[in-house]
């Protein structure tokens, strides 16, 4: 979708009117420019209340000699929220069909900067969807969409660059999607592996390292190598590095990359695991903030790290009462190789924290299904072990209108995590109950302490099981894979 932002008097293509709920009118000054026979047909809409403009309403006018319009409801305007104006535009999206061709002009009039960058947003994140592998018909048409986007002279400047960042953090979040959507058998740990090293060579300030199977053998990453062993198509570790000459210590994203969890020898029930393709999308994610800053042209450094591996079961793969030791040293007991995402994320966890000079780390897992129990499709989980850090995130996922919900990290927790009978720590609860902290609590025994100090490096988790991938109230996303916090990770790393 290509944006440009004026004060250009000429309707191009369709009109797309964004209007409060209960306009009776249009705005003064916003019907310059219009066919006087669609102002007309738009004002007897309005004034006899046949479209009252709710929240994610919208009604194509066609037929008329004015041209083709696109009213969009936005809802009550006292009650404007940044995410509402974003569901707004993504409506826009949502609702183009081929009459209103490729061409639109939105008329915003008398709003604020802000909604109106949001509105812009939402019709940006929106125009996805994941066609690789369909074949194309005669007739189908994927020119890229023209939007002409006027508000008054004074205001042109400001929503023009909040377009420019929208649409460069987007190009993070179609790459999350694209990650996440493709099969598995093309998308495995190596295949993940090279698309990273191609975005290295791409850009002169990204650095891509990859510790492949031998050498993560080698180092010791016992928890990565459980996971992977059992597949042919053998795990990685995939380290990027955005603007490496920066020195001092940077954030660091670090991402559960299965690229497809069948469970192991415990192995899934058959129904919906095809799902399980997008057991990668905290690599996934990551991959997307990497791309998303270097479109935005961030200057400082920040560290990227994705724990790839096929959880397979074969006769090669890790049984459930296998203890692996793990990069840290430690010792874990593997009562359940379906509770694989914690095991690469502490090798993962481990080797940041001590090789790559992090300030702060933020992984990011579709690590259990009790965090959808917990939360459904509307937050991430959010623990930490820093209260700045976690509240940073939660605003900075507010702010996105990508939430993520504090949950606890009690000892209890940790001790439940940390009694099993034959090593150091269990890779699974004693029970069911609570399996999305007993998750997290399991990560923290896997993050090392800052320098010689007894305490530990800032950390926090995302769960991202439930949100992840689409469902009905994400208006963002038709279906599949949602590319979920790649923008509340830049937000939080960038400020913008
Ligand atoms: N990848 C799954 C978690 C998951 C479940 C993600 C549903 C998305 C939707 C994870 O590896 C897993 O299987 N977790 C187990 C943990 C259990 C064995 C302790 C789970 O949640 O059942
Ligand atoms: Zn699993
Ligand atoms: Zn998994």
């Known amino acids: 979708m290509k944006i440009n932002v004026n004060t250009n008097e000429n309707i191009n293509g369709t009109l797309v009117l964004p209007l409060w709920q209960g306009s009776r009118n249009m705005i003064a000054g916003s019907e310059s420019g219009l066919h006087r026979g669609l102002k007309t047909q738009i004002e007897t809409i309005l004034h006899d209340g046949d479209f009252k403009a709710k929240s994610g309403s919208a009604m194509t006018l066609a037929g008329t000699e004015g041209g083709k319009a696109l009213l969009i409801g936005l809802g009550k305007e006292d009650e404007a929220t940044l995410q509402s104006m974003r569901e707004s ?10 009459i209103h061709g490729k061409t639109l002009t939105v008329k915003f009039h008398g709003m604020e900067d802000a909604h109106m960058g949001a509105f812009v947003e939402g019709m940006i994140l929106r125009d996805y969807s994941y066609d690789h592998y369909k074949s194309k018909d005669e007739d189908s048409d994927d020119t890229e969409i023209t939007v002409n986007v006027t508000c008054e002279d004074e205001k042109t400047e400001v929503l023009a660059k909040s377009a420019e ?21 093309d998308m495995y740990p190596m295949a993940f592996a090279e698309q990273a090293r191609e975005f ?55 991402g559960k990359g299965i690229t497809f969890d069948t469970g192991g020898i415990s192995i899934k029930p058959s129904p919906s695991m095809d799902e399980m ?15 998303a800053l270097v479109a935005s042209g961030h200057k400082d450094r920040v560290i990227g790290i994705t724990c790839m ?26 009562l359940n190789t379906d509770a694989e995402g914690r095991l690469v994320l502490a090798d993962g966890l481990w080797f940041a924290g001590t090789e790559l000079n992090p300030s702060y780390m933020i992984d990011l897992a579709t690590l259990t299904g009790a965090c959808v129990v917990a939360l ?28 993520a919900w504090p949950m606890p990290l009690f000892k209890a927790f940790e001790k439940e995590m940390t009694d099993s009978k034959i090593a150091d720590v269990r890779n ?21 302490n800052m320098g010689d100090t007894d305490e530990q490096i800032p950390w926090a988790h995302l769960d991202i099981a439930g949100t992840a991938w689409g469902a009905k109230t994400n ?22």
């Open 277 to 291: 393709k997008y057991d990668m999308h905290g690599s996934a994610t990551t991959f997307g903030v990497m791309q």
């Open 475 to 496: 208006k963002m996303v038709k279906t599949g894979a949602t590319g979920i916090h790649v923008r509340t990770l830049h937000h939080l790393i960038t400020g913008q």
């Open 89 to 98: 535009g993504a409506k826009v999206t949502a609702s183009l069909a081929k």
């Open 200 to 254: 290295g060579r791409e850009h002169d300030n990204v650095d891509v390292k990859i510790i492949n199977y031998d050498e993560a053998r080698s180092l010791g990453m016992g928890g990565l190598v459980g996971v992977g062993m059992g597949s042919y198509r053998k795990p990685c570790i995939v380290i990027f590095e955005i603007n490496p000459d920066k020195p001092g210590p940077s954030p660091c994203i670090v």
């Open 376 to 403: 459904g499709h509307e937050a991430s989980g959010l623990w930490s072990n820093n209260d700045e850090l976690l509240n940073n995130i939660k605003a900075a996922g507010e702010h996105c209108g990508e939430i």
């Open 428 to 448: 699974l609860g004693a029970g069911r109950w609570g399996g999305s902290n007993t998750a997290a609590a399991f990560l923290k025994q896997f993050v090392p």
């Open 309 to 334: 591996a096929e959880n397979m079961p074969s006769s090669n793969a890790q049984r459930p009462g296998d203890v692996i030791t793990t990069y840290s040293g430690k010792t874990v007991e593997v």
């Open 165 to 185: 960042l929208s649409s460069a953090v987007a190009t993070g979040v179609y790459l999350a999607r694209d990650l996440g959507n493709a099969p598995p058998n």
